[in-house]
């Protein structure tokens, strides 16, 4: 019994949780770190959609537990192992649905909506848009955007057209390079794990990744330059953060064509010390810009 309930805990993959790290940009950006309402409402949201995502990632290998036995690594996983069973994975899912949104009713309205979005919009890709070319990797990165808006909807701010944009094209690049290394890593067996795979070749992910690329990059410099941003924000500073989101997306482009990783970024992000590093002194710059006023 300890082993089945150690795997389910594994299943619910809390080392992806610090993809809801997004949830605090709204917080951050807003200016609104010193509000002591505004901070719990954040903390509220991020447990919340630690809840609806793990539930996701149940169903997911519910769903994929037949391919996942093929994989020379997603074979060990608990449900394609077959150490926990599909019932119980499917019944904790739909406990951490109905708890996760549950709880966004009371936090707000507008969260509740948009946590109901990613719910909706990742079981649609668990079910089926997976296997649709392009619109796989659009709707796999909307979890990213989704989580930024719903954690500017916990504290009720609006949030930034320009960081939406700059969030969501910083996904489509994180989501082709997932395609690129599951492509280049299973090789002529890619499509037997993921059929869409089949209709991806190397060339043509290096095509759209470099277009999603200088596209974050050019976003990102204009919002950092933006008189409209500078005047919310009330510093025109950002400016010094560009360097570190350059770096950043080159890193990555380190990992993926020199090491064949970029398949799970949440964990490289942690795990390779430069982009640790890198992440947290990009933190660091935002957080002197926006609360210490650096002249």
Not at 16 to 23: D, G, P, S
Request: net charge positive.
């Amino acid at each position: 019994m300890l082993a089945v309930l150690g795997g389910l805990a594994r299943s619910l993959r809390p080392h992806q949780w610090v993809k809801n790290v997004l949830l605090f940009a709204a917080l951050v950006f807003a200016r609104r770190l010193g509000d002591h309402d505004a901070v719990v409402h954040a903390l509220a949201g991020f447990a919340l959609f630690c809840l609806l995502s793990s539930g996701i990632y149940l169903v997911n290998d519910v769903i994929d537990r037949h391919q996942d036995r093929l994989h020379p690594r997603k074979r060990h996983r608990p449900i394609a192992s077959g150490l926990v069973p599909v019932p119980l994975a499917l019944g904790t899912a739909a406990l951490l649905f109905a708890a996760g949104l549950a709880g966004a009713s009371l936090l707000s309205t507008g969260f509740l909506v948009v946590a109901a979005l990613y719910v909706g919009a990742s079981l649609a890709y668990c079910l089926g848009i997976k296997r649709i070319v392009i619109l796989d990797v659009m709707v796999l990165a909307s979890g990213y955007p989704l989580r930024a808006v719903a954690g500017a909807e916990a504290i009720g701010v609006s949030f930034s057209n320009w960081l939406l944009l700059c969030t969501s094209l910083l996904a489509l690049f994180l989501g082709f390079c997932k395609r690129r290394q599951e492509l280049t890593s299973l090789g002529e067996d890619a499509s037997e794990h993921r059929a869409v795979l089949a209709a991806y070749s190397v060339p043509f992910l290096d095509q759209m990744i470099a277009v999603v690329t200088a596209s974050t990059v050019v976003a990102y410099t204009f919002y950092a330059f933006s008189p409209e941003v500078a005047a919310k924000l009330g510093t025109d500073k950002l400016g010094l953060t560009i360097p570190f989101v350059i770096y950043g997306i080159f890193r990555y482009f380190y990992l993926v064509h020199m090491r064949g990783e970029g398949g799970r970024p949440a964990r490289e992000l942690v795990r390779d010390v430069p982009l640790l590093v890198n992440s947290v002194l990009y933190g660091l710059t935002v957080l002197l810009v926006l609360y210490h006023g650096v002249p």
